[in-house]
């Protein structure tokens, strides 16, 4: 399919999402966050799941967060809405509560398809969570924060990059230094000019330091200290 036609089936996607039903979230949820951005995108940023203001606004990377998102980004010459984002699970979870296997298990295929109708050349997961259900390596993202793996997402093998969530960087002034410095390494990556805002020319993506890893089809508390 071509961008225009990728972007109405994820449309299709999208108001099917609105209406389901297939765990007990849907009982308490005020909205469907589905994800949103340009849907061409080369890069897109995956999260747990909605929080509070997520919930309210029907918006991925609400509020605080989302305003970290932007200054980051643009840091490498990106707008939010030139990436996608989107999160595992697409309803709030009760008092933000982990997502249970159940949970995960009803929405994630939801997040597949929509990373396969995007086709992003790189996936930026944001907190733990979302980088043990992609990279499938149940590793906390203190260890792993920043190192560059190939995945394979479906029939399509991507660049992984874990990173810190910013809801988790924004009370903790050294994760915040090392989430800086992970995405300046992201902009390398996609071929951005470094820091100054502006854009390079694209460059073919670099080694990746891990094996390719194949997987099947975000993060309010995104940082899991003392998993090792």
């Known amino acids: 399919m071509d961008a225009s036609e990728r972007a109405l089936a994820l449309h299709t996607v999208a108001d099917e999402a609105a209406g389901c039903t297939r765990c007990s979230l849907a009982s308490g949820r005020t909205a469907v966050v589905f994800g949103e ?8 940023l995956v999260g747990e799941a909605p929080g509070f203001h997520e919930d309210r606004e029907g918006t991925p990377f609400a509020g605080r967060s989302r305003a970290l998102l932007e200054r980051l ?3 490498i010459g990106l707008r939010l809405d030139e990436v996608y984002l989107a999160t595992v699970l ?3 979870t009760p ?3 982990d997502p249970s296997p159940e949970e995960t298990a009803a929405c994630e295929p939801y997040l597949y398809r929509q990373l396969e109708l995007v086709q992003p050349r790189v ?16 590793l906390g993202i203190t260890r792993v924060h920043g190192q560059e793996q190939e995945v394979t997402l479906g029939a399509r093998s991507v660049r992984l990059v874990p990173l810190y969530h910013p809801a988790a960087a924004l009370y903790t002034p050294t994760m915040l230094e090392v989430l800086e410095q992970d995405v ?6 996609l071929g951005r000019a470094d820091g100054a805002g502006g ?3 694209r460059r073919p993506i670099a080694d990746p330091l891990r094996a390719p890893v194949a997987v099947g089809a975000g993060d309010r ?8």
Not at 37 to 44: K, M, N, Q, S, W
């Open 37 to 44: 951005g340009d849907p061409d995108a080369e890069l897109a």
């Open 73 to 75: 980004l643009g840091g």
């Open 90 to 92: 697409k309803c709030r």
């Open 95 to 97: 008092g933000n509560r």
């Open 123 to 138: 996936v930026a997961t944001l907190g733990s969570f979302a980088t043990t259900l992609l990279s499938g390596r149940a």
């Open 184 to 189: 300046t390494r992201l902009g390398a990556l």
């Open 199 to 201: 854009e390079s020319p």
């Open 221 to 228: 508390h995104p940082v899991q200290l003392g998993l090792f």
